[in-house]
């Protein structure tokens, strides 16, 4: 399935039999006629002003010209202040209806209400279309999007491109079965293969390194599988870092990397397990926003950080009872061995915080199951030490389309949580119906050892997948979050 994006002319020609065209009903009503192609020109009046006509339940009416099939999708004319102005989730909504429908090529006309929503609809077409497909009869389908702005010339279409496939590539990457992961593959073409850029740092740790640094949850969570664990660390160093020191910031992204979650010995059930490739989401969308900032040329240091593993079960899997000690120099006793992806976070954030001066740190994964109960499928559930980063963070998820909202950050309620009688702590709750999706959070930040740096965790279970098909989530979040930030001037107190 191939993706063109371009902006819509006036000498637009639909040579396909499908054409589909998404907008507010209320804004193409105002629109200047004159900018539009020639196509639809005129049938225009017929469809600004017809009746709203509800044929499949999803807000659509169609008209046909000649042998051309015309589908209007209506976006709703109102959003509450939790989600994005531009409709994403329903756009994204709208083209999953029209490819499940079509086999074959079609085009796709968006008349944005304002040029800024360009950036958040480019990421929402991301999300529609799947890249991944081991199918044997796979459909070649052609898909070209024609936005329609009011300005044109603000608009900047290889980066909108880019976004699409940075997107598209990590729900790739969630896609992937485990068994065809091979790490030794993905480190070389995926990772090292970055370092051809020279502004680009690559830096794998494993086998022996990763208890040189002291990556014990890391090594615990992975030492049962064949596909060994490994901690990689990207850098990139914008060209201006040396003239304009002081002006640089450095974000740090720790991505959970599970290529599989059996659940370990604590194994989960039939229908709990199918779909735990999803952990590897967050290591996805480090890896995919790295890249994009890469090609974006922000300027600021971003360090990508991907902690990846399989929690599998064998003769060496993790044990129950069993005690692990951190990066942070902190020992847990394990309860629970399905509760492994805050072990990689936290020792992903230990060494952060060791061997980086980080202006802002965010953790990112498929941290709990209970995320889409706490916060739904849509928004990703985060909680920070910092109320500014919370509050970027609210504006970038409206901004990107991937929506975030905010859980309590409150270590001196949740600490008890996880009380351990034999070591530090435990790495789960006491109490399950005490906030689990901000406990597991909290258990993250406990290995910053008191830091003050700003923190931001991003628990995106639900968001993550949709029809057991990764979504990309986090990558245009990261992205946007690192844009605001950049630009951000304030005093970063708690």
Not at 3 to 28: G, M, P, R, Y
Not at 42 to 56: A, E, G, H, Q, Y
Not at 143 to 150: A, E, Y
Not at 272 to 294: Q, S, T
Request: with cysteine.
């Amino acid at each position: 399935m191939s993706i063109q994006i371009n902006l819509l002319d006036s000498d637009f020609i639909c040579t396909e039999n499908l054409l589909v065209i998404i907008a507010k009903k209320d804004h193409i009503q105002k629109l200047e006629t004159n900018k539009l192609p020639r196509e639809i020109l005129n049938l225009w009046t017929d469809i600004v002003f017809s009746p709203f006509r509800d044929d499949k339940k999803k807000h659509t009416t169609t008209w046909i010209k000649n042998k051309l099939r015309i589908t209007f999708c209506f976006l709703p004319e109102n959003v509450s202040r939790y989600n994005s102005p531009a409709n994403p989730i329903v756009i994204t909504s709208f083209l999953r209806d029209i490819i499940e429908d079509s086999q074959n090529d079609f085009s796709v006309i968006i008349i944005l209400e304002k040029t800024e929503h360009a950036f958040v609809t480019a990421c929402a077409i991301g999300r529609a279309f799947p890249e991944y497909s081991a199918k044997t009869k796979d459909l070649k389908i052609s898909i070209n999007i024609h936005l329609f702005p009011l300005d044109k010339k603000s608009i900047n279409l290889p980066k909108l491109a880019y976004i699409i496939k940075s997107v598209r590539f990590a729900a790739s990457l969630v896609d992937i079965p485990a068994i065809n992961f091979c790490e030794k593959l993905f480190i070389d073409r995926e990772l090292l293969s970055l370092s051809e850029n020279q502004n680009i740092q690559v830096n794998i740790l494993s086998n022996d390194s990763l208890s040189s640094y002291g990556l014990g949850g890391l090594i615990a969570v992975g030492m049962a599988s064949l596909k060994k664990p490994f901690l990689a660390v990207l850098k990139y160093e914008p060209k201006n870092s040396r003239q304009s020191p002081q002006k640089i910031k450095t974000h740090v992204w720790i991505g959970k990397g599970i290529i599989f979650d059996t659940g370990g010995l604590n194994l989960k059930n039939k229908t709990e397990m199918r779909g735990m490739k999803r952990d590897f989401a967050g290591a996805a969308a480090v890896l995919a926003a790295f890249k994009a900032i890469v090609n974006l040329k922000i300027q600021d240091r971003i360090y990508g950080i991907l902690c990846v593993a399989e929690n599998s079960i064998g003769p060496n899997s993790l044990r129950p009872d069993d005690i692990v000690t951190l990066c942070s120099g902190r020992t847990v006793e394990i309860v629970n061995t399905d509760s492994e992806g805050r072990l990689l976070l936290a020792d992903g954030l230990a060494y952060a915080t060791k061997q980086i001066s980080p202006d802002f740190l965010v953790t990112i994964g498929t941290l709990t199951d209970s995320q889409p109960i706490a916060t739904g499928i849509y928004h990703a559930a985060i909680v920070s030490n910092n109320r500014k980063l919370e509050k970027y963070a609210i504006r970038a998820g409206l901004e990107s389309g991937d929506l975030v909202h905010p859980l309590p950050f409150c270590p001196e309620l949740f600490s008890d949580e996880f009380l351990s009688n034999i070591a530090d702590m435990t790495n789960s709750v006491k109490n399950r119906n005490n906030a689990r999706c901000a406990c597991a959070a909290q258990f993250v930040f406990e290995h910053m050892n008191g830091g003050t740096i700003p923190w931001l965790n991003v628990d995106m279970t639900g968001p993550s997948m949709y029809k057991g098909r990764g979504t990309g989530f986090g990558v245009a979040f990261l992205v946007k979050l690192a844009q605001i930030l950049s630009r951000a001037k304030v005093d970063w107190d708690r």
